[in-house]
């Protein structure tokens, strides 16, 4: 098949062996369920209660055995054949003869979610109903062990809460000039952070009767994990996150034994909501969030703050396994840009296991203030055998090291080594770790990259440094310049008949003289410059606006102008799978949140998710997969978190870069997003994220460039969100300064869909196409009155042909 066939044609050919199809294949069913494992933390494993013995009988509590969350909501959805919840994959493992389930309990969860799913009440928000004692009786009779499964559902569009025993949302409240929670309630009626009520119940009731109690947590980020931490009578938990359309079954592998756990948690989990530097304010306004934790971010702060050590439940990176590992180091050395440190990771358990390597740096101090420990490098392990080893090289380039001095401390815009000596920590946490017989010493405060301020707040009062203390900054505010959205007349005008108005655009018009067709450019006999040449202002005003959707899409496309052959490439949802609207009667497969993904630290893996996902999205004929999402875990309260990475930006970027990696390697398009500090679901759209430009740099951006200069993303999706006073679509500094520029990104950028700014503004800025439908009139407007020129069209309108000249072409 021609690379734009299946976008001219939308052939429903399939890609798989033997004429069958690979959308929602038993092989990509089986790599989700494989995933999903892989990245399951085993947090807590007293007295080895896991794995479960074989035969062994257990009880299982909790409605969310059956109310199985594979997913967030919004974006992030997926349509699939079926959902495997907790309840159903240990009635595999059942039949399987590893464990006998005590059937009243399935038989009481089974209808009582029923019943709510037939009141209206959506999958992943139903209640925890009243468990009778009788059934608590003859499960206990019938054995010892009790599983108790815990869910929670989160999405686009809405921040997650805390809710007062009366309903009441109590987010946040303030005492003075400080945000707190009230410490003795940490019972909620409805849960989300902490337990409801009703599960604090049914947590208390099982506990006083069963000696052997697990708690499986089927969330998308972080919750509460006090109330089992120190709990004598809670012997094991599995962190399995939302693991995709069989993540029940994933998680019936770890509690039998059949895999060994080997995630490591890519967030700090600390002891409360109120401990995380981000809490106090995440809800102070509507209309800006101040990042006033600035480069502290995750366990950059519990490690490096005076009194927040102690402050942690379970650290960044943390993981257990069925089995034991030793590292042992055998060489530290220096290159000619960085530093080296090859180890032997030897299993001296009696289960076959992997384990994660993880390098961290120890900064000196300095004039800028450091983190006490960066995680640097990680690695993991191929599935080693009881008494197997196997060594691992990590590397550091020193230029990795440096700080952003943003006040001209040491020099102002430039990537800073402050003098010093640099020491590194081998382990397998960020508190398991050795000190390293190394330091890196350098003599002299070094510049190792000089660059020049962007992106700068105007608004952010002040920052935290390293010492716990606030360091005031200047404000700037005649420099903030929001567009002013006229969406209402907008949205009434152009919404509802986007499709329409697209159709005039792509069908409409009198025949001109021939045309050089596209096929020519990508054929090679013919210039993407000749080819432009013919180009009408209009022409090119079209490419830069969304398209009408075809066959299945259901979020537009980019190009479309079939009088030159151009054609229209169309765009899926992600970032868990290809997401096709259910009245299309396409299942894919759904495979595990990015949580969980990154809790993997295996991006061998992650690219084999991101190229059979990629596959899905080229045999339903789109061209472009909206994802990976980037964005950093600033708070747990983030309702998208689930569709993120980490708090951390190395991490993030790894995973990402292996993501995009698989998916390009399909000929699909990533569409890395969303660009950037979009932190916040809560008033998206007009939300100021007020940022220092280091912690822009180090924290908020730095996954999205690993990703740029590691993967070569052909699409970027900048974010609804303001910036530093500035919409993040309209800004020069961010789009063409940092992204291109500096990074040197080669790719078009989008707007996410329906935002709030000025196409105008956008193209003058580098944000290449405006989506869903973009306002072509406006545009043609301000290159009428001459504040748009041709040539800022001309630039843009060539990146989006130099995508399409990409996409589709493996198969």
């Not at 595999?92 to 059937?103: A, F, R, T, W």
């Not at 206990?140 to 989160?154: H, N």
């Not at 059979?612 to 309702?639: D, F, K, Y």
Request: aromatic share 10%; hydrophobic share 35%.
């Amino acid at each position: 098949m021609e690379q734009w066939t299946r976008f001219f044609y939308q052939p429903s050919l399939p890609l798989g062996r033997d004429g069958r199809r690979v959308t929602g294949s038993e092989e990509h069913i089986a790599l989700s369920r494989e995933a999903a494992a892989e990245g399951m933390v085993l947090v807590k494993n007293e007295k080895n209660v896991l794995p479960l013995g074989k035969g062994a009988r257990v009880a299982l509590f909790g409605k969310g055995c059956v109310d199985y969350v594979k997913g967030g909501g919004g974006s992030g959805d997926v349509t699939v054949a079926y959902i495997r919840n907790l309840l159903e994959g240990m009635k595999c493992k059942e039949k399987e003869g590893k464990v006998n389930l005590y059937p009243a309990l399935g038989s009481f969860y089974e209808e009582e979610v029923k019943k709510q799913y037939d009141q209206g009440i959506a999958p992943g928000l139903t209640e925890e109903p009243d468990l009778p004692e009788q059934l608590l009786a003859g499960a206990r009779a019938f054995t010892d062990t009790a599983i108790i499964s815990i869910c929670r559902f989160s999405g686009e569009n809405w921040d997650r809460t805390i809710q007062s025993e009366d309903g009441e949302e109590v987010s946040e409240f303030q005492s003075g000039d400080k945000w707190m929670i009230d410490r003795s309630a940490k019972v909620f009626e409805h849960g989300d952070f902490y337990l409801s009520r009703a599960e604090a119940c049914l947590v208390s009731r099982v506990k006083a009767v069963f000696d052997r109690v697990i708690i499986v947590l089927n969330v998308g980020g972080m919750v509460d994990t006090s109330w089992f931490k120190e709990d004598d009578e809670i012997q094991s938990v599995l962190m399995a996150w939302q693991g995709g359309m069989e993540g029940g079954l994933a998680t019936a592998d770890i509690l039998c034994g059949d895999v060994n756990p080997s995630g490591k948690l890519v967030d700090t989990f600390a002891k409360g909501l109120e401990d995380y530097p981000s809490s106090y304010n995440f809800h102070e306004s509507l209309n800006y969030v101040d990042y006033t934790e600035d480069i502290y971010v995750g366990y950059r702060y519990f490690e490096t703050i005076p009194g927040k050590a102690e402050r942690v439940n379970y650290p960044f990176g943390y993981g257990l396994s069925y089995t034991r590992f030793i590292v042992e180091t055998r060489m530290v050395g220096e290159t000619a840009t960085g530093m080296e440190v090859l180890a032997a990771v030897t299993n001296v358990g009696s289960r076959a296991g992997k384990e994660v390597l993880q390098l961290y740096v120890e900064a000196p101090q300095g004039k800028l203030g450091k983190p006490a420990r960066e995680l640097k490098a990680f690695a993991k392990t191929r599935l080693l055998q009881p008494g197997e080893t196997q060594t691992i090289l990590l590397g550091v380039k020193f230029a990795a090291l440096a700080s952003y001095d943003d006040l001209g401390k040491v020099k102002k815009s430039c990537y800073v080594l402050e003098k010093g000596d640099y020491f590194f920590h081998l382990g397998t946490s960020v508190r398991d770790t050795m000190k390293l017989d190394y330091a890196y010493q350098v003599k002299e405060d070094t510049i190792v990259e000089e660059l020049s301020s962007k992106c700068a707040p105007n608004l952010l009062k002040e920052r935290l440094l390293s010492d716990g203390t606030m360091e005031a900054l200047e404000q700037h505010p005649e420099q903030v310049r929001i567009s002013r959205w006229a969406g209402v007349e907008k949205a009434g005008a152009f919404l509802p008949s986007v499709e329409a108005r697209k159709g005039e655009y792509c069908f409409g018009g009198p025949e001109k003289e021939k045309k050089i067709p596209f096929r020519e450019v990508l054929e090679g006999t013919c210039s993407l410059e000749q080819f432009m040449a013919q180009l009408s202002v209009d022409d090119m005003i079209h490419l830069l606006c969304g398209q009408p959707n075809t066959g299945v899409a259901n979020t537009f496309g980019f190009g479309n102008l079939p009088d030159y052959e151009v054609p229209n490439v169309m765009t899926a949802d992600g970032p868990a799978g290809l997401r096709i609207q259910p009245v299309c009667g396409v299942n894919t497969t759904a495979f595990p949140c990015a949580t969980l993904l990154a809790c993997c630290w295996n991006p061998e893996l992650v690219a084999r998710v991101g190229a059979a996902g990629a596959e899905e999205v080229l045999e339903n004929n789109i061209g472009v997969w909206l994802t990976p999402a980037m964005n950093i875990h600033r708070s747990p309260l983030c309702g998208r978190n689930f569709e993120y990475y980490s708090e951390d930006p190395l991490i993030a970027g790894k995973t990402g870069a292996a993501m995009v990696r698989g998916m390009q390697s399909q000929g699909i398009a990533a569409s890395v997003k969303h660009f950037a500090c979009n932190n916040k679901e809560t008033c998206r759209f007009e939300s100021d994220s007020r940022v220092s430009e280091r912690a822009l740099r180090e924290i908020y951006l730095k996954g999205f460039e690993i990703v740029v200069k590691e993967s070569d993303p052909w699409t970027i999706m900048s974010s609804y969100n303001i910036l530093n006073g500035q919409r993040t679509s309209e800004n020069s500094d961010l789009l063409t300064g940092i992204l291109r520029e500096e990074w040197g990104f080669k790719g078009m950028v989008t707007t996410d869909w329906w935002n709030h700014a000025s196409q105008p503004l956008e193209i003058q800025a580098g944000n290449d196409v405006k989506m869903g439908c973009g306002f072509p009139e406006e545009v043609r407007k301000a290159y009428d009155d001459g504040s748009l020129s041709e040539q800022e069209i001309r630039v843009c309108a060539k990146r989006v042909l130099e995508l399409i000249l990409k996409v589709g072409a493996c198969r």
